[in-house]
């Protein structure tokens, strides 16, 4: 079975209330968050299969690294109510782990209870492991650093994209100290 076509089954398990969703790399750490008020599995969709995103028209993310979708449905709430939630996850989950969402709030913890998280896995589990050997991920990911250097050269270069660069610099670290069999240190606090 193709990608596209296991990709396509994968997200129909994936639910398409309205609230928040997480875009994950291959290591199951986010790197994208975002809401939908028009359904969570159709908005993923878009993100997954077209430049109709700006995240993805911008380069700031690159589809093949993204593995796994996490859904905080939240049918009866309102628009507010789920920007809310969507600041505070957005805050939480870039303290831990940069995102490449353009505006990273301080949120403050909602007040709504934050709902169950779903999962769904969207690569084959062969293929992720695959896609995990730095032989591969390392070249496609400085490949992607490139391409989004030279958007911001020629296209586009404002706050949003250069936070992306920089989430993206930080990632390639990681990906080239597995390549090295190194670790990678922590950067001073300044």
């Given at each position: ?5 296991y990709r396509k089954q994968q997200l129909r398990l994936l639910t398409n209330h309205i609230g928040v969703y997480a875009l994950c790399d291959l290591d199951k750490v986010p790197i ?86 779903e999962e769904v896995i969207i690569l084959p589990e062969d293929e992720i492991i695959k896609r995990k050997d730095p032989l591969l991920r390392l070249p496609r990911q400085i490949n ?47």
């Amino acid at each position: 079975m193709s990608f596209q076509k296991y990709r396509k089954q994968q997200l129909r398990l994936l639910t398409n209330h309205i609230g928040v969703y997480a875009l994950c790399d291959l290591d199951k750490v986010p790197i994208y968050i975002g809401k939908s008020l028009d359904g969570i599995r159709t908005r993923v969709a878009r993100h997954l299969t077209s430049a109709r995103s700006d995240v993805i028209a911008n380069r700031q993310l690159d589809v093949w690294e993204i593995a796994y979708v996490w859904a905080w449905p939240a049918p009866l709430e309102t628009k507010e109510t789920i920007t809310n939630l969507e600041e505070f996850l957005i805050s939480h989950h870039h303290s831990q782990s940069p995102l490449v969402n353009g505006k990273i709030p301080n949120a403050l913890e909602p007040e709504v209870i934050i709902p169950a998280r779903e999962e769904v896995i969207i690569l084959p589990e062969d293929e992720i492991i695959k896609r995990k050997d730095p032989l591969l991920r390392l070249p496609r990911q400085i490949n992607h650093f490139s391409n989004l250097f030279s958007h911001a050269l020629e296209v586009k270069d404002n706050a949003d994209v250069r936070r992306a660069l920089e989430t993206h610099f930080s990632r390639l670290k990681i990906y080239y100290a597995g390549f090295m069999g190194t670790q990678v240190e922590a950067e001073p606090d300044v």
